[in-house]
């Protein structure tokens, strides 16, 4: 029943060690997102797929890349996670009907621990 | 540059009681969601309004738009344990596809 899964939901890693979060939707929606919300704040947009195009935000680190390899996965990687970077990364994904606001979909988010 | 200001940040309050939470921006927005969070969870969509004075309800929440699209209230009547969350509001950024989210209210329904 799931439409946007998340994997691992739970992942740690060491100070500088790469890790790739995942995410995948049964919903076939042509936008994907990534987000990093850190505890008590908001999600933070990191970038999102158009499709195959890539949009990055201005302010997302380099550290942090995506892969979106066909329309239903998508994902997240931290070439080298700093202490900063714990956080929970939620994906989501839309229609993209126009108009107005599109209506977002969110996994449940992978909590990510850097030791 | 924070375009969505929430108030109260954080909510504490009995099972029964009722409570407002608000959502605030200087400038005019075509839209506005809002999402709530549980914890360990990502956020759901509650509900889109559109127009200028617009007033939704889902069963015990009751969502308002400005009449200036500036601004926007959800009011939740005989609040249960159940509504404890994070709740977000959200406009559109630049393009449909992108959401702006505020900074939220945690509420907490202690029973």
């Known amino acids: 029943d799931a439409m946007v899964i998340q994997n691992p939901r739970y992942q740690v890693t060491q100070f500088g060690k790469p890790v790739t979060l995942s995410c995948s939707q049964t919903?076939?929606?042509?936008?994907m997102y990534w987000y990093q919300q850190k505890s008590s704040q908001a999600p933070k947009l990191l970038f999102h797929?158009?499709?195959?195009?890539?949009?990055n935000e201005a302010d997302t680190p380099d550290n942090f890349q995506s892969r979106r390899p066909n329309t239903s996965f998508c994902f997240l990687d931290i070439r080298s996670p700093g202490l900063g970077d714990a956080a929970m990364y939620l994906c989501?994904?839309?229609?993209?009907?126009?108009?107005?606001?599109?209506?977002?979909?969110f996994g449940p988010g992978t909590r990510l621990t850097v030791l | 540059t924070q375009l969505l200001e929430q108030s109260p940040q954080f909510l504490s309050i009995q099972e029964g009681e009722n409570l407002t939470v608000y959502c605030n921006s200087s400038?005019?927005?075509?839209?506005l969601q809002w999402y709530r969070q549980e914890p360990g969870e990502g956020p759901v969509l509650l509900v889109t309004?559109?127009?200028?004075?617009e007033v939704k309800k889902l069963k015990r929440l009751t969502f308002q738009f400005g009449d200036a699209r500036k601004d926007s209230s959800l009011h939740i009547t005989a609040a249960q344990p159940g509504d404890t969350g994070l709740y977000l509001c959200?406009?559109?950024?630049?393009?449909?596809?992108?959401?702006?989210f505020g900074q939220g209210t945690r509420l907490t329904i202690n029973p």
């Open positions: 989501a994904t839309s229609r993209a009907a126009g108009g107005n606001t599109d209506t977002q979909y």
């Open positions: 919903l076939n929606h042509n936008v």
């Open positions: 797929y158009y499709d195959k195009d890539f949009n």
């Open positions: 400038s005019v927005f075509s839209s």
């Open positions: 309004v559109v127009t200028g004075g």
């Open positions: 959200a406009k559109a950024g630049r393009g449909a596809q992108k959401l702006v």
